[in-house]
C-alpha cells in the first residue's frame, strides 16, 4: 500500500524566509503527485501537481516543487513567504495504477510571522 | 462556474443514528471521491464513484456507503454512527483520472 509522509508537522517563520517542507512517498511504480494548501476557514485547493516531465514545478502563489524520483520526494518550496502563505499543506500521491484515488500526508501547519 | 457544493455544512447526530451527507460535483466532472479528515490529520479515501458505480474502495467499513446520482451529484451514508466517525467530511470531484478538486466539507460530530 502507498504512503506518504510529511516531515514538519509544524514550520514557523517570519516574513520573507524561504520554505521547504519535505515529502515522501512509498510506491514503486508511476505516481502522480500533488500540493494541497488549505488556508484557515477555507477548503482545500490545489497548489502544483506533477504527472510527467520536467520534475520541476510551478504552482500558484510562487510555489514550487521538485520531484526527484530515486529519493521517492517531492519537496514544496517558496523563495519569500509573505504572512497570507499562512495555511496547513498537504502532500498527496496517487499510484497511477490505482485510478485517481489521493493518498494525503499528515499536513504541515506552516505559521508566518509578520 | 460553481465549484464543489456539500451540504448540510454541519451536523449533529447521536451514536447509533445514521447520515447522509451530499456532493455536487464542479460542472464537467463525472466523477466523485469522498474522504475522512479526522482533526490534525489529512484526509483518509473513504471511496469513489464514476459512472454511478464505486470503483475504489479505502479501508472503511460497510457501515460507510454511498451513491452516485445520473446527474453525477453523489451521497455519502454512515450507519450505525460511532463517536470515532466525528470527523470533516470531503467530496472531491474530478474528469475520472486527472487533478481532484475539493469542496469546503461536512463537519460531522458524534456525540
Known amino acids: 500500500a502507498q504512503s506518504v509522509s510529511q516531515h514538519n508537522h509544524h514550520v514557523i517563520l517570519s516574513e520573507a524566509a524561504s520554505l521547504e517542507l519535505g515529502c515522501n512517498y512509498s510506491?514503486?511504480?508511476?505516481?502522480?503527485l500533488f500540493w494541497y494548501v488549505q488556508y484557515p476557514g477555507q477548503h482545500l485547493q490545489l497548489l502544483l501537481k506533477?504527472?510527467?516531465?520536467?520534475?520541476l514545478v510551478k504552482g500558484i502563489k510562487g510555489f514550487e516543487a521538485e520531484f526527484i524520483k530515486s529519493k521517492f520526494s517531492f519537496n514544496l518550496r517558496k523563495p519569500s513567504v509573505q504572512w497570507s502563505d499562512t495555511a496547513e499543506y498537504f502532500c498527496?500521491?496517487?499510484?497511477?495504477?490505482?485510478?485517481?484515488?489521493?493518498?494525503f500526508g499528515g499536513g504541515t501547519r506552516v505559521l508566518v510571522k509578520p | 462556474d460553481a465549484g464543489v457544493t456539500q451540504s448540510p455544512t454541519h451536523l449533529i447526530k447521536t451514536r447509533g443514528q445514521q447520515v447522509t451527507l451530499r456532493c455536487s460535483p464542479k460542472?464537467?466532472?463525472?466523477?466523485v471521491s469522498w474522504y475522512q479528515q479526522a482533526l490534525g490529520q489529512g484526509p483518509q479515501f473513504i471511496f469513489q464513484?464514476?459512472?454511478?458505480?464505486?470503483?475504489q474502495r479505502g479501508n472503511f467499513p460497510d457501515r460507510f456507503s454511498g451513491h452516485q446520482f445520473p446527474n453525477y451529484s453523489s451521497e455519502l451514508n454512515v450507519n450505525a454512527l460511532l463517536l470515532g466517525d466525528s470527523a470533516l467530511y470531503l467530496c472531491?470531484?474530478?474528469?475520472?483520472?486527472?487533478?481532484?478538486?475539493f469542496g469546503p466539507g461536512t463537519r460531522l460530530t458524534v456525540t
Open positions: 472531491a470531484s474530478s474528469r475520472w483520472a486527472y487533478e481532484q478538486y
Open positions: 510506491y514503486g511504480g508511476t505516481v502522480n
Open positions: 506533477y504527472f510527467s516531465g520536467d520534475p
Open positions: 498527496a500521491v496517487n499510484a497511477g495504477a490505482a485510478g485517481n484515488k489521493l493518498t
Open positions: 460542472s464537467g466532472h463525472d466523477t
Open positions: 464513484y464514476y459512472e454511478e458505480e464505486e470503483r
